[in-house]
């Protein structure tokens, strides 16, 4: 039976249906991302802002069209939006065959049996504890044969005034550190370069299981395994990063020195309605340090235009930051009410004033890029090629550029490995993207 499976959302999603792809595998079901003519899709949702929850519903409505054509026979809709939205979603798309909460996705396989059972009962709700502890359950790697994913906790404990997240994926929970490790072997065995860190807080890894943070010494772990030769880190809460963990990335040179901070906005009143910890003071001081003792650092960081009552002058004083600082990848989000945070308690807010402001700070940005791109011409740097184009060049990326959000450097020359690393001059750059040639 073929089952076509659909992932949206961040990449701890897509963790979440690697295991899933996994377990449907292992029990005879014929498991694609091809969705024409299956049996059955499976759709992996993100429901936690406005964008998300759109692309969702609109994968479901195009999903029910298709079921009536008879392209497909079965819709199972997995993950956030029906983890959120348990009362609404099987009336609002009676087309859906089964939805699975985010505390289910183990028991893909008996849901994917039960819509089949002609002797069923009519449940449609499998929903579990998304308190439980982390699902060890094996993956299929679907980002590539280079690099992957590696998922150190699960959940949120911050609690921050527009966010939803503890409500959906539940407290935070580590992963054991023995399995965390074990896991990066059998990657590093299936000749994978490149650990992608990710939690909703990798900072905090740790604290729950062992009383304290242990996000170094998984990482000094990690870094003696053979075959791993990069670890890029992915949201790193700013108050919890100190002197120590700096000096520890400075030294490691597997650790690449591109960090995800998302700090969502500088003013101080904004940050504690926000229900962020930490201070603009704060936040300020860690990028000075970070700049001066990592000078090749690369920052990302995320950004909220637009919360209730954001005034011009807070507004002005992101611009300056942003301007000064010159962080190098920032996502910029319009501040949208989500039911059930606090901050959608907060005064209604002015979406086009949001917007607005996120397109201003989106322009901004990128002539920061530009200048950055341009600032790298004549530099050396290794690549790790992920693919060929059509016209004979071939793509990859450097430190500097995560997968998926930062985009790629084109690379020509000889004795280019696919899924290996090459030594790459920047050449050129425009229209935001890098050019280069081997060395």
Not at 115 to 120: A, L, M
Not at 255 to 265: A, F, N, S, T, V
């Amino acid at each position: 039976m073929k089952v076509g499976i659909i992932s949206l959302g961040c990449a701890k999603n897509l963790v979440n249906t690697e295991q899933m792809m996994f377990l449907l595998n292992r029990a005879g079901y014929k498991v694609t991302g091809d969705i024409s003519n299956a049996n059955m899709v499976i759709l992996n949702t993100c429901g936690f802002i406005d964008s998300a929850k759109s692309e969702a519903i609109e994968n479901i409505i195009e999903l029910e069209e298709l079921k009536h054509r008879g392209d497909i026979d079965k819709i199972i809709i997995a993950g956030c939006l029906p983890e959120r939205y348990k009362k609404e979603i099987l009336n609002e798309f009676p087309g859906i065959d089964a939805v699975v909460g985010t505390g289910a996705f183990d028991d893909i396989v008996s849901v994917a049996d039960h819509i089949y059972d002609k002797n069923r009962n009519k449940k449609k709700e499998f929903y579990g504890n998304i308190n439980a502890p982390v699902s060890e359950t094996e993956r299929i790697i679907t980002t590539s044969p280079a690099w992957a994913y590696l998922k150190i906790a699960e959940g949120c404990d911050n609690n921050c005034a527009y966010c939803v997240i503890p409500s959906i994926r539940g407290r935070y929970r580590s992963r054991p550190m023995d399995n965390i490790i074990n896991e990066a072997q059998k990657l590093a065995s299936k000749e994978i370069k490149e650990l992608i860190i990710i939690a909703q807080d990798v900072t905090i890894y740790g604290v729950d299981l062992y009383k304290t943070r242990k996000l170094a010494e998984l990482l000094e772990a990690l870094c003696a395994i053979e075959g791993i030769k990069w670890i890029r880190l992915h949201y790193l809460y700013p108050d919890e990063i100190d002197d120590n963990f700096i000096d520890f990335i400075s030294r490691h040179d597997k650790i690449l020195k591109y960090i995800d901070i998302p700090i969502q906005h500088i003013n101080d009143d904004i940050l504690m309605r926000m229900n962020r910890r930490g201070s603009s003071g704060k936040i300020r001081t860690l990028i000075n340090d970070l700049r001066t003792r990592i000078p090749e650092i690369v920052l990302r960081t995320s950004i909220i235009t637009g919360l209730p009552n954001e005034t011009e002058k807070e507004f002005s004083q992101l611009c300056d930051f942003l301007i000064k600082t010159k962080i190098e990848r920032v996502g910029i989000f319009p501040y949208s009410p989500e039911e059930g945070s606090l901050a959608a308690e907060m005064e209604r807010p002015d979406t086009d004033i949001a917007i607005k402001r996120a397109q201003i700070l989106t322009d901004m940005q990128s002539q920061i890029m530009d200048n950055y791109d341009l600032s790298r011409v004549g530099s050396e740097v290794q690549v790790l090629i992920e693919g060929r184009n059509e016209d004979g060049t071939y793509y990859g990326r450097s430190y500097a550029e995560s997968p998926d959000i930062d985009g790629y450097i084109i690379v020509t020359g000889e004795d280019v490995k696919i899924h290996g690393f090459s030594n790459v001059c920047i050449t050129e750059a425009a229209d935001s993207l890098l050019r280069g040639v081997t060395v």
